[in-house]
């Protein structure tokens, strides 16, 4: 369980995020959605203690943020990042070992070689695994990122996987893979955290939605509440229709036309 | 195995020929295994007082090199983040050359044990504070900006070269030499006594650096990812940089600046085996040992009674293999 109060950042003069508070059960999974500079990147950094608030609490499972030691953090929630690269030649199967980093000194227990593997084959890259990073595809980069993250914090239970914009760059199979996967460890009971872009993969895979605007919450709570046109419209400053389609839970959201 | 072999070759090949039964006799006869003697005495004292020496400041140097290119170019991310090509050795040179023409007085015993420790300090004091400053200039948010490091680097290069030639203007006939000596790179200094005074700053570092490894991994997917998965990337940053400056300077002082080995041993190994730094850091280590002390082995036999420069064998053996590695690389990429 994950629980943010009042937390506020600035840099410099600019106040980026404004009394922001919000609660994840372990279980569910939240997206977090709003234009460019609206704070969901600096909120996800705070989360994972790249930075620190300036005010307001931040607490994992009931123990402040702040109190977890550097090692204890690595094994309790893992990052995916934007803008991977990686400098030099690793294969495939390395790049998911390293996200058992945190569990091994300097050589990886058989436990962390079954996980690496079921890890693999639950992503789908297991044969991949002995392939070069750099010749993959950006959907196959991806894939074996979201393994190194999920391989992090595989056998730890109520551990936090935060995710920003997984699905950057990618074409719609792949944006519903990695999706599909941060859904199924939420149904495994992780709490999964993750920046989106696209409302509607948000409401679709997403428990709850937390909607910024230059810092500050303009709503926070399931997609069925949340998502409509007066939030779209105050968030992202455009107009929206909402359409109900069958077998989906909440009204899918299209945009109607701006004028330039 | 290839260590060893080259090691036993290069300390029998030499102006004063030992053939292998008579190396074996040496080493039996002075461990008290044997009672033959199969050798003249001159053999005997040019194995022990002259070319053992040499041949072992070769290995820990080449080891020494090797092993501090591979972890700075996993720190820098960047695999042309070599000693010489960024300027850390001519940093340290220019150091030494400063003790050299300014602390005269604290080495008027130099080639005393406390001469080498001098130099040694002053080369890796030299050898940090160019690593430090590239460091800053070329690392932003975590990455390398290459075209930076690069001209860092040369900038270093050129600054660290005028200054040392403007020392050579101040320096008395003896000091010069010793200052030429540094910028050419070459083991002929080598003696029992260098050998002893640099063998802590090369050992230290040979030890620990490979302790780094797994930090190295995870600082190539970067600094900030690192941190996440529980690096604790500043103090794995200033390890890498004090034990590598340390084994650097270390070399610089006894050996001057030997190019390539530091840029040439870690790509093959990379480009063996993978880049886990786990194998690469302690491979480089050793295959630079063996191709340091091969180096030598042709740059005093080759041309003997002279002898070549060591920077002229490495880079000629050193640029081909590198350059046919990169091109079965880029093939290998295409298919």
């Given at each position: 369980m994950i629980s943010v109060q009042n937390v506020s950042y600035s840099a410099g003069k600019k106040q980026?995020?404004?009394n922001v508070s919000f609660e994840v059960t372990s279980g569910e999974m939240l997206a977090v959605i709003g234009a460019n500079g609206a704070g969901k990147s600096t909120l996800l950094k705070l989360l994972c203690r790249e930075i620190h608030a300036a005010s307001g609490n931040i607490s994992l499972n009931d123990r402040?943020?702040?109190?977890?030691s550097i090692k204890e953090l690595a094994q309790l929630r893992s990052v995916l990042t934007q803008h991977n690269t990686v400098s030099v030649m690793f294969t495939v199967k390395e790049l998911v070992l390293m996200g058992r980093y945190p569990h091994f000194e300097n050589h990886p227990s058989t436990n962390d070689i079954e996980v690496v593997n079921k890890v693999m084959n639950e992503t789908g890259i297991t044969h991949l695994?002995?392939?070069?990073?750099?010749?993959?595809s950006g959907g196959e980069q991806q894939r074996v990122h979201l393994a190194r993250v999920i391989a992090q914090i595989y056998?730890?239970?109520n551990a936090f996987l935060f995710l920003d914009e997984?699905?950057?760059?990618?074409d719609l199979l792949y944006q519903q893979q990695i999706l599909q996967l941060a859904r199924n460890m939420a149904d495994r009971g992780y709490t999964v955290i993750s920046i989106l872009h696209d409302i509607n993969f948000a409401s679709r895979y997403a428990d709850q939605i937390l909607i910024l605007k230059n810092g500050e919450t303009v709503a926070f709570g399931p997609p069925l509440e949340v998502i409509n046109c007066d939030n779209i419209h105050q968030a992202f400053n455009i107009k929206v229709k909402l359409m109900d389609c069958e077998g989906f839970k909440c009204p899918l959201v299209i945009p109607s036309g701006i004028l330039i | 195995m290839f260590l060893i072999a080259v090691i036993i070759a290069s300390v029998c090949i030499g102006a004063v020929h030992i053939s292998l039964p008579q190396f074996w006799s040496i080493l039996t006869y002075h461990s008290g295994l044997s009672k033959e003697v199969l050798f003249s005495s001159q053999q005997t004292a040019v194995l022990f007082s002259l070319r053992l020496p040499r041949v072992l400041l070769g290995v820990i140097i080449g080891a020494a090199l090797a092993i501090s290119g591979a972890s700075l170019q996993g720190l820098f991310r960047?695999?042309?983040?070599e000693p010489g090509l960024i300027g850390i050795s001519s940093g340290a040179t220019l150091f030494a050359a400063l003790m050299i023409v300014f602390g005269g007085h604290l080495l008027?015993?130099?080639?005393s044990i406390y001469g080498y420790y001098a130099l040694a300090v002053a080369a890796f004091i030299g050898a940090f504070v160019t690593t430090l400053t590239v460091y800053r200039m070329a690392m932003h948010q975590g990455k390398t900006v290459i075209t930076a490091l690069l001209l860092t680097g040369i900038a270093i290069n050129a600054l660290a070269f005028a200054f040392t030639g403007l020392l050579t203007y101040l320096s008395t006939d003896e000091q010069l030499r010793n200052i030429t000596f540094w910028s050419l790179?070459?083991?002929?200094?080598?003696?029992w006594v260098s050998f002893s005074s640099v063998l802590p700053f090369i050992a230290l570092p040979l030890v620990?650096?490979?302790?780094m490894a797994k930090s190295l991994n995870a600082i190539a997917l970067g600094e900030v990812q690192a941190g996440h998965m529980g690096i604790r990337v500043n103090r794995t940053k200033r390890t890498v940089i004090v034990l590598a400056t340390m084994a650097v300077g270390a070399s610089v002082a006894v050996a001057g600046i030997i190019s390539f080995i530091g840029l040439v041993i870690p790509h093959i190994l990379r480009m063996a085996f993978g880049s886990d730094n786990r194998l690469v850091l302690p491979g480089s280590a050793l295959l630079g040992a063996a191709a340091l002390t091969l180096a030598d082995l042709i740059s005093r036999t080759i041309v003997a009674p002279a002898e070549l420069p060591i920077g002229i064998v490495t880079a000629l053996g050193g640029s081909p293999v590198f350059i046919y590695m990169i091109f079965s690389q880029l093939k290998k990429q295409q298919l």
């Amino acid at each position: 369980m994950i629980s943010v109060q009042n937390v506020s950042y600035s840099a410099g003069k600019k106040q980026i995020l404004n009394n922001v508070s919000f609660e994840v059960t372990s279980g569910e999974m939240l997206a977090v959605i709003g234009a460019n500079g609206a704070g969901k990147s600096t909120l996800l950094k705070l989360l994972c203690r790249e930075i620190h608030a300036a005010s307001g609490n931040i607490s994992l499972n009931d123990r402040d943020l702040v109190l977890y030691s550097i090692k204890e953090l690595a094994q309790l929630r893992s990052v995916l990042t934007q803008h991977n690269t990686v400098s030099v030649m690793f294969t495939v199967k390395e790049l998911v070992l390293m996200g058992r980093y945190p569990h091994f000194e300097n050589h990886p227990s058989t436990n962390d070689i079954e996980v690496v593997n079921k890890v693999m084959n639950e992503t789908g890259i297991t044969h991949l695994a002995g392939r070069d990073y750099n010749t993959l595809s950006g959907g196959e980069q991806q894939r074996v990122h979201l393994a190194r993250v999920i391989a992090q914090i595989y056998d730890c239970p109520n551990a936090f996987l935060f995710l920003d914009e997984p699905t950057n760059g990618l074409d719609l199979l792949y944006q519903q893979q990695i999706l599909q996967l941060a859904r199924n460890m939420a149904d495994r009971g992780y709490t999964v955290i993750s920046i989106l872009h696209d409302i509607n993969f948000a409401s679709r895979y997403a428990d709850q939605i937390l909607i910024l605007k230059n810092g500050e919450t303009v709503a926070f709570g399931p997609p069925l509440e949340v998502i409509n046109c007066d939030n779209i419209h105050q968030a992202f400053n455009i107009k929206v229709k909402l359409m109900d389609c069958e077998g989906f839970k909440c009204p899918l959201v299209i945009p109607s036309g701006i004028l330039i | 195995m290839f260590l060893i072999a080259v090691i036993i070759a290069s300390v029998c090949i030499g102006a004063v020929h030992i053939s292998l039964p008579q190396f074996w006799s040496i080493l039996t006869y002075h461990s008290g295994l044997s009672k033959e003697v199969l050798f003249s005495s001159q053999q005997t004292a040019v194995l022990f007082s002259l070319r053992l020496p040499r041949v072992l400041l070769g290995v820990i140097i080449g080891a020494a090199l090797a092993i501090s290119g591979a972890s700075l170019q996993g720190l820098f991310r960047n695999p042309l983040a070599e000693p010489g090509l960024i300027g850390i050795s001519s940093g340290a040179t220019l150091f030494a050359a400063l003790m050299i023409v300014f602390g005269g007085h604290l080495l008027s015993t130099i080639g005393s044990i406390y001469g080498y420790y001098a130099l040694a300090v002053a080369a890796f004091i030299g050898a940090f504070v160019t690593t430090l400053t590239v460091y800053r200039m070329a690392m932003h948010q975590g990455k390398t900006v290459i075209t930076a490091l690069l001209l860092t680097g040369i900038a270093i290069n050129a600054l660290a070269f005028a200054f040392t030639g403007l020392l050579t203007y101040l320096s008395t006939d003896e000091q010069l030499r010793n200052i030429t000596f540094w910028s050419l790179g070459s083991l002929g200094g080598a003696s029992w006594v260098s050998f002893s005074s640099v063998l802590p700053f090369i050992a230290l570092p040979l030890v620990g650096l490979p302790f780094m490894a797994k930090s190295l991994n995870a600082i190539a997917l970067g600094e900030v990812q690192a941190g996440h998965m529980g690096i604790r990337v500043n103090r794995t940053k200033r390890t890498v940089i004090v034990l590598a400056t340390m084994a650097v300077g270390a070399s610089v002082a006894v050996a001057g600046i030997i190019s390539f080995i530091g840029l040439v041993i870690p790509h093959i190994l990379r480009m063996a085996f993978g880049s886990d730094n786990r194998l690469v850091l302690p491979g480089s280590a050793l295959l630079g040992a063996a191709a340091l002390t091969l180096a030598d082995l042709i740059s005093r036999t080759i041309v003997a009674p002279a002898e070549l420069p060591i920077g002229i064998v490495t880079a000629l053996g050193g640029s081909p293999v590198f350059i046919y590695m990169i091109f079965s690389q880029l093939k290998k990429q295409q298919l």
